[in-house]
């Protein structure tokens, strides 16, 4: 009987002290050896490593992942290599098929599944937010090796041996890593940063590397550079033929990702062209129908983005290594489902996908705030303000409840509380340009006609009639995006203009009405919009 094959578990470190103890716990009964390189540390880590019986290993840290987990190969001495990060842990149920992957005489590596986990659950618990499968279980062999600075990864070597590409097994990594408690503490968005950039210096043709970039700086609000790398790399993109496009999985991600960006400055038209030339590529990922379905939504067109976001409600996986975005599927689907039928006049089905969008995630803030929308629209003004009441002692600093509360408090006549709540709003990225569309009218309704100027992107019917309304008075143009529905814009317009009825000398409306009729050849029936008794 030939001898079972070995396994060495090798681990990359730095100041992991918290973590480095149940990660080596958990692999110690599935691998024969544990080896751990560490990088600098500060704290326990060499010690807690040691007194699990670890072989370790000491490394300068040079900014270079591939660098350091080489140099961790070198400590194994096992035939197959199982590479795992402290702040991961191996699955036991996943791990029973550990030792039959090793009898497989043709395979050089198999794709192990990681699932990422990103928030906690108020019990606690720890819900997986994606999963991918990424080669981290291979041979001991020289000629495998990493590459890439950062986002480092075996398949390059792989590729070069001429093996066959790795397979998907059951062997599961549970990684809590980008909790954003643990990537605040640890900054590791501001390391990651800093390596990214540094090679997208160097190579800026590199696509992986500029997408990988790109949701960095997104994560750390500066979406302006992503925005600018993420146009850079869709042009290299679609430079390239449909084949070698659909041998980079990550592209309907950058398109996703860029058509958001896209449609959070207003390019509308520019995020809808990013999308529909995703899809041309991967017809049924979630995330790029998702972002279809978002633009089509803000431009006005309900019943159109209610069909893309039913797609991505129903889109299944698109790869076998690539799960997607759970809540992308489930309940940003679902609130974009409500937003629209609600905006069509279905309330039915807007509490039923409310309903069901709640039932996924109690606690999703925009689910929440589009609940009190919800009620408000059906009358149930008490039922409203009770769950407005408790949303905000809770998450008044969040966007979509920052900004329905504001609507709400202006809506009694609470005009400090309404301009406290949007004032938050501007410190938060996703609900900026809404709140200063707000606060624009609302300066008018207070009798300041000068001055007032639209220094917000025109991304959605509000933001954009804002704008309209602001030109008028102002005597400038205005160029709108053409993909908005133009009926439903005039039609945003005139709530606007409702809204300038709180100034009961009708200043604004009466300045709107004077200036109006030198706008017709733009925007036909703009002059009509108030009814006589508003413009007197």
């Keep these: 009987m030939?001898?079972?094959?070995?396994?060495?578990?090798?681990?990359?470190?730095?100041?992991?002290?918290?973590?480095?103890?149940?990660?080596?716990?958990?692999?110690?009964?599935?691998?024969?050896?544990?080896?751990?390189?560490?990088?600098?540390?500060?704290?326990?880590?060499?010690?807690?490593?040691?007194?699990?019986?670890?072989?370790?290993?000491?490394?300068?840290?040079?900014?270079?992942?591939s660098a350091a987990r080489n140099a961790c190969l070198d400590l194994a001495q096992s035939e197959w290599i199982l590479v795992v990060d402290a702040d991961e842990l191996i699955d036991p149920e996943s791990a029973l098929c550990?030792?039959?992957?090793?009898?497989?005489?043709?395979?050089?590596?198999?794709?192990?599944?990681?699932?990422?986990?990103?928030?906690?659950?108020?019990?606690?618990?720890?819900?997986?937010?994606?999963?991918?499968?990424?080669?981290r279980l291979f041979r001991r062999r020289p000629e495998i090796r990493y590459s890439r600075a950062i986002h480092e990864s075996i398949m390059d070597s792989l590729v070069a041996l001429g093996a066959q590409d790795p397979a998907p097994c059951a062997l599961r990594l549970v990684h809590s890593g980008y909790l954003p408690e643990v990537v605040r503490k640890r900054k590791k968005r501001e390391r990651n940063l800093k390596i990214l950039k540094s090679e997208y210096a160097k190579r800026p043709e590199d696509i992986f590397n500029a997408y990988k970039l790109q949701g960095t700086l997104i994560s750390l609000d500066r979406e302006d550079e992503a925005r600018e790398v993420g146009r850079g790399a869709w042009k290299i993109a679609n430079q390239l033929s449909a084949g070698r496009r659909g041998q980079l999985p990550f592209l309907p991600l950058l398109a996703a990702q860029q058509s958001q960006l896209e449609l959070s400055v207003g390019k509308l038209s520019r995020a809808r062209k990013v999308a529909e030339e995703g899809l041309q590529d991967a017809p049924g990922v979630s995330e790029l129908l998702y972002a279809r379905a978002e633009v089509a939504r803000s431009a006005g067109h309900f019943e159109r983005a209610r069909e893309w976001y039913v797609a991505a409600r129903t889109a299944s996986p698109w790869t076998d290594l690539y799960r997607g975005d759970p809540?992308?599927?489930?309940?940003?689907?679902?609130?974009?489902?409500?937003?629209?039928?609600?905006?069509?006049?279905?309330?039915?089905?807007?509490?039923?996908?409310l309903g069901?969008?709640?039932?996924?995630?109690?606690?999703?803030?925009?689910?929440?705030?589009?609940?009190?929308?919800?009620?408000?629209?059906?009358?149930?003004?008490?039922?409203?303000?009770?769950?407005?009441?408790?949303?905000?002692?809770?998450?008044?600093?969040?966007?979509?409840?920052?900004?329905?509360?504001?609507?709400?408090?202006?809506?009694?006549?609470?005009?400090?509380?309404?301009?406290?709540?949007?004032?938050?709003?501007?410190?938060?990225?996703?609900a900026r340009a809404g709140a200063s569309a707000w606060r624009a009218i609302t300066a008018?309704?207070?009798?300041?006609?000068?001055?007032?100027?639209?220094?917000?992107?025109?991304?959605?019917?509000?933001?954009?009639?804002?704008?309209?309304?602001?030109?008028?008075?102002?005597?400038?143009?205005?160029?709108?995006?053409?993909?908005?529905?133009?009926?439903?814009?005039?039609?945003?317009?005139?709530?606007?203009?409702?809204?300038?009825?709180?100034?009961?000398?009708r200043r604004a409306l009466q300045a709107f009405v004077e200036a109006a009729p030198a706008f017709e050849g733009t925007w036909p029936g703009i002059s009509g919009l108030l009814a006589p008794s508003q413009g007197q």
């Excluded at 809540?327 to 807007?350: E, F, M, N, P, Y």
């Design 2 to 65: 030939a001898a079972m094959s070995t396994v060495s578990a090798c681990l990359i470190v730095r100041d992991e002290e918290d973590n480095i103890a149940l990660c080596l716990e958990a692999l110690a009964p599935w691998v024969d050896e544990l080896c751990v390189l560490d990088t600098g540390s500060n704290d326990r880590s060499v010690a807690i490593a040691e007194e699990h019986g670890a072989r370790v290993g000491h490394y300068v840290w040079c900014d270079d992942f």
């Design 98 to 135: 550990l030792r039959n992957l090793l009898l497989d005489e043709e395979a050089q590596a198999h794709l192990v599944w990681l699932d990422n986990l990103q928030s906690r659950e108020p019990d606690g618990r720890l819900p997986a937010i994606s999963s991918v499968a990424i080669p």
């Design 444 to 505: 008018l309704v207070g009798g300041e006609l000068a001055g007032q100027g639209a220094d917000f992107p025109a991304h959605e019917l509000a933001t954009a009639a804002a704008h309209i309304v602001l030109a008028v008075l102002s005597g400038e143009s205005f160029a709108c995006d053409p993909e908005f529905h133009r009926e439903r814009l005039l039609e945003e317009v005139q709530a606007w203009l409702a809204e300038l009825t709180a100034d009961p000398e």
């Design 327 to 353: 809540a992308t599927r489930g309940v940003k689907a679902l609130v974009g489902i409500s937003q629209c039928a609600a905006l069509c006049g279905d309330l039915a089905l807007a509490r039923d996908a």
């Design 356 to 430: 069901e969008a709640l039932e996924l995630d109690a606690h999703n803030s925009p689910a929440q705030a589009l609940e009190v929308r919800l009620l408000a629209v059906l009358g149930k003004e008490s039922e409203a303000w009770q769950a407005l009441e408790v949303l905000v002692s809770g998450k008044g600093g969040h966007g979509p409840v920052a900004l329905v509360a504001a609507e709400m408090a202006w809506s009694r006549g609470e005009n400090d509380i309404a301009q406290a709540f949007w004032q938050g709003a501007l410190r938060i990225p996703e």
